[in-house]
Each structure stands twice: as C-alpha cells, then as structure tokens.
C-alpha cells in the first residue's frame, strides 16, 4: 500500500487539529486544546482505485517563543498548510514557515487551507492575498473544520498531489 | 512501594537521570498499576581491531533509547493487576523480540519504528482481550508509552495515564486523557461542570484489553527538560502548579519520584500511585 507522510503546518490555533479531527473522525468540538509536540493520525483513502494510507502529521503551532523544529518535515510528501481567515497574521507568516520547510525537505506538493471559513463576518483576507498565494505557487482551498465545508475536498487534493507529483 | 532508579551516562551530550516508583495508597488493597524503565542499547564493543579508523564502532556505540512505560489496571477482583501486568509484559516480550526495528532506527524512516511501537500496544490488547474472551467482560489498563532516542520522545498513550514535560518552569500535558468525561466535553453534549460531577471523568473511553483507540505522537526534548509519566492516583491529588513546582526544584529523578509520591499520599492517597521521571541533564562543557 502507498503511504503517504502530510505535516499539518501553521500558527497556533489556526484549527490544524480540528482539520484532522473532521477528515479522520468527522468530529468538531470548539473546545480548543494546544497540541503539543506532533500528534499522528493516519486515513486510508481511495485514489483512483488505489488505496493511499495518509499519515497526518498534526504539527503544534508556531508561536512566537518557538520555531518548528524542522526535523519533523523530514519525509513528508506533502505539506498542508493552514491559515485562520480571521487571523491576518497566520497569513503573513505563513511564507516565511513555508521558507523553512523549503531549506529542509525542498519543494513538495503543498495546499493552503484557508480555514475557519464558517465565519464570514470575521474574514480578512481579500483578492490580493489570494493572488499572493498563487503568485507562490501555493493552491489554496477555503475550508471550515466546523462545518466540514472543503475539509475532504483539501486532503484529497494533496493525496492526489503527492501521488501523482 | 517499589522503585528503581538509575542514572546513565552516554555519548549524547548528558545523561538521562532515571526513576520509578509505585505505591498501593492509603485506601486500596493492591496496587493494579505497573512501571518499567528500560534502556536499549546498540552492543558491539571493540575488543581489538586492525583497523586504523574505528569511527564506525563509535557510531554503534552511540544510538541509546529509554522507555517508558506506566499502566494502571482497571477490573474486578484483581483483573486489573493481571490486565496491567499481562500488557507490560507482553510490550516486553514484542519488543525483545522486534529489537530490530531500534537497531535499524532513523529519523528519515521513523514511521515504520513508530509502526512497531503501535503494533506492540496491539499485541498487548489482543493477548488480553484473547485470556479473558471466554469470561465474558475481562479487565483492561491503561497504557502510557514513551520511547526517548535523544533528543525525540515518541509516545502512544490508551487511557488516563499522563505523560508531561517541564521546560524552564513550564509543564506541558503531552497525553490528553481518554475518559467518557472528555468526550462528553469535546463533542459538547456536557460542560466541563456537569462532567466533574458525574462518574464520566474516571470512565476510560480507550483502554488496552477494553475499546482500544491509542494516541500517537512525539516532541523534541531539550537538554534540562523533564519527563514525566504517571498514573492518575498522582494527579488526582497533585495539581500542575504543584507537579511543577516539585519537578523544577528537585535535583535528580529519584528525589522528584519521592517528592511527588509524598505529595500524592498527603493529598490522600485514594488511588494507587505510580510516577515515572526521566531528566536530560547536559554534561558539563
């Protein structure tokens, strides 16, 4: 079977682990809980009539104390990263994250999720940032972990990306 | 009360100070929850060679790791000391016989040594829940693993055991329990009010031998960090304040073993106890 390491990548509490938590267990709590270290999770899923094991690498996220160590991006085949559209600045960091994920593991197949999409009313994010992210050659998909909106649809695509790279 | 403590030096830059101690308590009749401590070494040591370079030996020499390991037997009369026993034992028995997946370890291919440490938790659960299945109902425990190759931590946790690190004064909870309390609160059908309340918080929603769901993960350590793994007769009656106060202040694994054990025991005691401690102290430069 194919096997496939994604990192979960991003500022604290962008909803990484409640990404996973809806793709692997369709669950959502708003309770929010700050992973600490790496937290692995796996999902089979089927590409193409091809089972494709993906073992998600729920990193915890950047803080300002704390860099990533980038030895746990060792082996992905593909990065996911997430920004939280009501947090201006888990965009503007998220280049400089993607800058040290590249000095490590090099150029993979790599998606943005722009998380948190339930809340319309809060989003800050505009056009230009989304030209910014294609401008990098960064595909972003909007996502809610809340109401599942675009979650499958996000993992798929970097499965079929890191399969088909 | 039993304990165990040992402090190895090693060509990583420091030593990890060992210890382990369990107790009964002061309301139970037995105590259900068991501990081990363990290095695994590469053995090849040089004896005579006519080689010039002997670089390679070092290399053999070097790799250590150090498990962790706590579990706390839940069942009736006396099924929760067999299940705690039988699923240490067994993770013993997997890993001697798969040591080679240590002996192969690195961190480029660590998934399949993360697979191992996986597959050994299952074996435990199957070769409990295989004893018990023609008894209806058997006993299950709690599992908490942590298998240190310096600096990385890899661990899988079934239960309400815990798992903690203490950086520069800061303890972090690397476990979350798996209780029926936490789920009511994560899937928020009760609030964390109503939950302390009921019985749902000792209620285990993932046991070895029971419904096994195992969390995995792993974090970095850094040198003068402190792990610390432990059964929930600690931390029912010691709170992070004070886990955190007795962990920075004592000055090897045994005193932290006896400090938190006292401290668990004056709090009451209800609960078996069982702590685990393994500090990274740097070697002096």
Redesign the interface.
């Known amino acids: 079977m194919i096997q496939k390491k994604i990192c979960m990548v991003g500022v604290f509490g962008t909803g990484k682990t409640s990404l996973v938590q809806r793709f692997v267990h369709s669950m959502f709590t708003d309770k929010y809980h700050s992973t600490v270290g790496v937290k692995i999770d796996r999902k089979q899923v089927l590409l193409d009539g091809e089972t494709v094991n993906l073992v998600l690498w729920d990193l915890a996220g950047r803080e300002e104390s704390e860099e990533i160590p980038t030895s746990y991006f060792r082996g992905s085949a593909g990065i996911f990263y997430v920004i939280d559209g009501t947090r201006r600045e888990t965009f503007d960091q998220i280049f400089a994250i993607r800058e040290s994920v590249q000095g490590t593991i090099g150029v993979v197949p790599s998606l943005v999720a722009l998380n948190k999409k339930d809340l319309v009313d809060e989003w800050r994010l505009g056009q230009g940032d989304y030209n910014a992210l294609m401008d990098a050659d960064l595909h972003a998909i909007g996502t809610s972990a809340k109401s599942g909106e675009g979650v499958e649809n996000a993992f798929l695509w970097i499965a079929n990306a890191t399969v088909n790279k | 009360m039993s304990q165990m403590n040992q402090s190895e030096s090693s060509s990583i830059g420091g030593t990890i100070d060992t210890c382990g101690v369990t107790h009964t308590g002061k309301v139970r009749e037995t105590n259900e929850d068991q501990f081990f401590v363990a290095s695994l070494q590469k053995s090849l040591n040089l004896l005579h060679t006519s080689l010039d370079q002997v670089a390679a030996f070092d290399e053999v020499q070097k790799s250590k790791a150090y498990l962790f390991v706590v579990a706390d037997g839940v069942g009736s009369t006396g099924g929760g000391q067999i299940a705690s026993s039988m699923a240490v034992q067994s993770l013993i028995t997997y890993i001697s016989r798969t040591m080679g997946c240590f002996y192969g370890y690195d961190?480029?291919?660590?998934?399949e040594f993360?697979e191992q440490l996986e597959a050994a938790v299952q074996h435990a659960h199957d070769k409990i829940v295989t004893e018990f299945s023609s008894k209806g109902k058997g006993p299950a425990t709690t599992l908490t693993i942590a298998t240190l190759i310096w600096p990385?931590?890899y661990y899988i946790h079934v239960g309400d055991s815990r798992a903690y690190y203490l950086r520069n004064g800061r303890l972090?909870?690397?476990t979350?329990d798996q209780t029926m309390g936490e789920m009511m609160?994560?899937?928020?059908v009760m609030t964390e009010e109503q939950v302390t309340r009921s019985s749902l918080m000792n209620m285990l929603a993932s046991a070895v031998g029971g419904d096994l769901k195992p969390?995995?993960?792993?974090?970095?350590l850094q040198w003068g960090d402190t792990l610390l793994l432990c059964s929930d007769g600690l931390t029912r009656h010691v709170s992070d304040e004070e886990l955190t106060n007795i962990l920075g202040a004592a000055d090897s694994a045994d005193s932290a073993c006896q400090l938190l054990l006292n401290a668990a025991l004056e709090g009451g005691g209800r609960d078996n106890i069982t702590v685990v401690v393994g500090r990274a102290v740097e070697d002096d430069r």
Do not use: F, N, Y
């Open positions: 961190i480029d291919s660590e998934h993360i990385r931590v972090k909870q690397i979350r609160i994560d899937q928020g969390a995995v993960g792993l974090i970095d």
